[in-house]
């Protein structure tokens, strides 16, 4: 894990008081997360902490979990990850070990607080593997239906893989990261699927 400590340590760093009395939504994960740059404008009922890092896989943010997420002391955690772990050729069954794991690390150091897991996105360089994205996909989704009541499973895939197939991009011209448009779609499922309930909990007369 030695190659991402650079970024890491850029991360450690980030101020940890809050500068708002809003409620803390912290992304964490990949590349996705990390080049969500309007995720304030997207989300300004939040004070949006973005410890997303680079190229990172889902065992790489299990791994760092303990040194980038507690100590902003979040209310709400948004993830995203295992798109390269199956892209580096690891199996679904290792995303889903290193998911277990992360979901451990999070109800030690965090407790009982609001998460959303993103569905692992159809990136059209990824296409080689879209059968092993399908099945991560699954049995996270079960993983979270049978044993994480806290947590919430965010179904971009099914959309994402339309659209993709209608010809219409949501990504860049690397094939692999978000377009605006992607970040678009992704907002408006985050926004339905998890976060608009809980505004209506948290933050009233919004």
């Known amino acids: 894990m030695f190659w991402y400590n650079q970024e890491v340590e850029a991360l450690e760093a980030?101020?940890?008081?809050?500068k708002t009395s809003q409620p803390r939504l912290l992304l964490y994960g990949s590349s996705s997360m990390r080049l969500w740059k309007d995720?304030?404008?997207?989300?300004?009922?939040?004070?949006?902490?973005n410890q997303g890092f680079g190229g990172s896989t889902l065992a790489a943010c299990a791994w760092f979990f303990k040194r980038l997420v507690p100590m902003h002391r979040p209310d709400i955690l948004l993830f995203y990850g295992g798109d390269n772990d199956l892209g580096d050729g690891r199996h679904p069954?290792?995303?889903?070990?290193s998911f277990?794991?992360?979901?451990e690390l999070k109800n030690e150091l965090c407790g009982a607080?609001?998460?959303?897991?993103?569905?692992?996105?159809?990136?059209?360089?990824r296409h080689h593997v879209l059968g092993s994205i399908r099945y991560t996909n699954e049995i996270?989704?079960?993983?979270?239906?049978?044993?994480?009541?806290?947590?919430?499973?965010?179904?971009?895939?099914?959309e994402m893989e339309a659209t993709n197939q209608q010809g219409n991009s949501l990504f860049d011209h690397d094939g692999l990261h978000l377009s605006a448009g992607g970040y678009e779609l992704w907002k408006r499922i985050v926004r339905e699927g998890f976060l608009d309930a809980f505004v209506a909990d948290v933050v009233p007369n919004s």
């Open 113 to 125: 607080i609001p998460m959303a897991f993103i569905s692992v996105k159809p990136s059209p360089t």
């Open 100 to 103: 277990k794991g992360l979901m």
């Open 14 to 18: 980030k101020e940890v008081r809050p």
């Open 93 to 97: 069954e290792e995303v889903f070990f």
């Open 140 to 158: 996270i989704e079960k993983e979270i239906a049978d044993k994480h009541p806290d947590c919430t499973y965010i179904n971009v895939f099914d």
């Open 39 to 49: 995720a304030p404008e997207h989300f300004p009922e939040f004070e949006v902490i």
